[in-house]
């Protein structure tokens, strides 16, 4: 039982910007549009081209609004970003995109107020991934921000804002590695207070709550009909995680892969997370804390792929295996388990846009996950979601690495289907895809025992 059939869902990655109409009967995407999510380079610093969104999301809910019924808005963005309103509710100023370095002008002085890592569950990361280093040095460098800024809040409910006039944030964005939330009491942390913010931040709500009705400008915009309802939204690796928390019993582990590699266990016994290996406390749609490894697969795949699209022969994999071609950690050294190291090939560097390159950065990718998996003390089932679920080579690896049983989502937006569910009131979801044991699972299991002894080596 749903509050509706169809869901438009605005989906806003670190690559892409999307919309999304999820059929919640058949939990499928019956249409998808995208956009590139360039960043603009400034003044007054590199922003998210929200404007370019905007337009594109109106023009996009048009015409989905004209084929179907729209009985509902979600929304799911990446994490590490926050916003800054006017008192009219518009932008007190661009928003940041977060792998810009100016927040390390000031990090020296940040490091010293912001709360530990035991407390907030979240890392010190580079650049601006923590949005308390991100606000802290917004103040710094335009002194007048802070008194021009009303209210702050998180990056899916400013399109939920922009849609509803609502100010909100949602519990597993304000929990994404933000310095500003203390996961175990639910509650802000002390750094609103040092940063002077704590009676501007928004209030925090349910991912499931209904924030209102669209504005009248908007239905007049689209053709939407002036009484559907848009929910307050979410952190898009916590919509991966989401139709899952409705259908299966912990203990599990979801891998939302993307731009972000994210692995989430659930169920487990809480580890002894290590903030220096990209570790961190997630906080799911109930509220609930959840250990979370991280690394940057998806930028990662681009980087050794450079736009070659090549699905490996059985030749291309046998070579692999026999001659051990190996990516060793890391190719983006600023994310990830193994952070500050560089990366290296094993076996001799192979031929861009080759079919052997392509298997072993499959591999790697497995290995990397893999890694991240152990450091969340994962257990039972895993659940790939996004594209590397469509990676046959990477989930064989990944079958063989882990011993346990690997399932991969067919829907094309990991994110959609988990944000588009926060509409339901049942407790169905899609059943994942089991993967085959793979034919080559010694060989499989030489490759990874060599990969991590050579990796250890090349860390040390």
């Known amino acids: 039982m749903t509050r509706g059939q169809h869901i438009a869902v605005i989906d806003i990655g670190k690559t892409n910007a999307k919309l999304a109409l999820v059929n919640l009967n058949t939990l499928s995407e019956i249409a998808v549009v995208t956009r590139p999510n360039t960043v603009l380079p400034g003044p007054p610093w590199p922003h998210f081209d929200t404007e370019g969104h905007w337009d594109f999301l109106l023009d996009a809910l048009t015409r989905f609004g004209k084929e179907y019924p729209i009985d509902g808005i979600s929304v799911t963005t990446h994490g590490a970003s926050i916003v800054l309103l006017d008192e009219d509710g518009a932008l ?30 979240s890392p010190r990361l580079a650049n601006g991934l923590n949005p308390g280093a991100q606000l802290h040095w917004q ?34 964005s304000i929990g994404c590695h933000t310095d500003l939330w203390e996961p175990g009491r639910g509650a802000y942390s002390e750094l609103t207070d040092r940063l002077g913010i704590a009676d501007k931040l928004a209030p925090v709500r349910n ?13 007049a915009a689209t053709g939407l009909p002036p009484q559907t309802p848009v929910i307050c939204g979410i952190h ?5 995680l989401y139709p899952h928390i409705l259908a299966l019993e912990p203990p599990f582990s979801v891998v939302s892969t993307g731009t972000w590699v994210i692995v989430m266990s659930m169920g487990t016994d809480q580890p002894e997370l290590d903030p220096d290996r990209d570790t961190l406390v997630n906080v799911n749609a109930l509220g609930q804390p959840v250990p979370s490894a991280r690394f940057m697969g998806g930028r990662e795949f681009e980087m050794i792929q450079q736009g070659h699209k090549v699905s490996p022969t059985e ?55 893999n890694t991240c998996l152990e450091l969340t003390g994962a257990n039972g089932p895993v659940i790939v ?22 399932y991969r989502s067919e829907a094309q937006t990991g994110t959609s289907i988990g944000a588009a569910l926060l509409f339901a009131t049942g407790t169905h979801a899609a059943a994942p895809i089991p993967s085959i044991t793979p034919e080559n699972s010694s060989e499989l299991r030489r490759y990874a025992n060599t990969w991590a002894r050579l990796t250890r080596a090349h860390c040390s």
């Open 385 to 406: 979601e996004g594209p590397f679920g469509q990676n046959d080579e990477y989930l064989a690896m990944l079958h063989v690495v882990t011993g346990r049983h690997i």
């Open 92 to 121: 007190a100023a661009p928003i940041l995109d977060y792998e810009h370095d100016g927040p390390q002008q000031t990090a020296a002085a940040y490091n010293e107020m912001r709360p530990a890592f035991e407390r907030t569950g």
């Open 207 to 219: 991912s499931t709550d209904i924030l209102g009705a669209i504005l009248p400008d908007i239905s």
């Open 139 to 172: 103040f710094q460098t335009d002194p007048g921000l802070l008194e021009r800024t009303a209210h702050i809040l998180t990056y899916p409910q400013y399109w939920s804002h922009r849609l509803t006039g609502v100010i909100s944030s949602d519990v597993t």
């Open 236 to 240: 898009d690796s916590n919509a991966s």
């Open 315 to 369: 030749a291309d994999i046998a070579e692999v295996l026999d001659r051990m071609v190996m990516l060793l950690p890391s190719v983006d050294p600023s994310t990830g388990p193994f952070q500050g190291v560089e990366m290296a090939w094993h076996g001799g560097e192979p031929e861009i846009g080759s079919g052997v390159r392509a298997a072993s950065l499959s591999y790697y990718l497995a290995l990397m996950t």
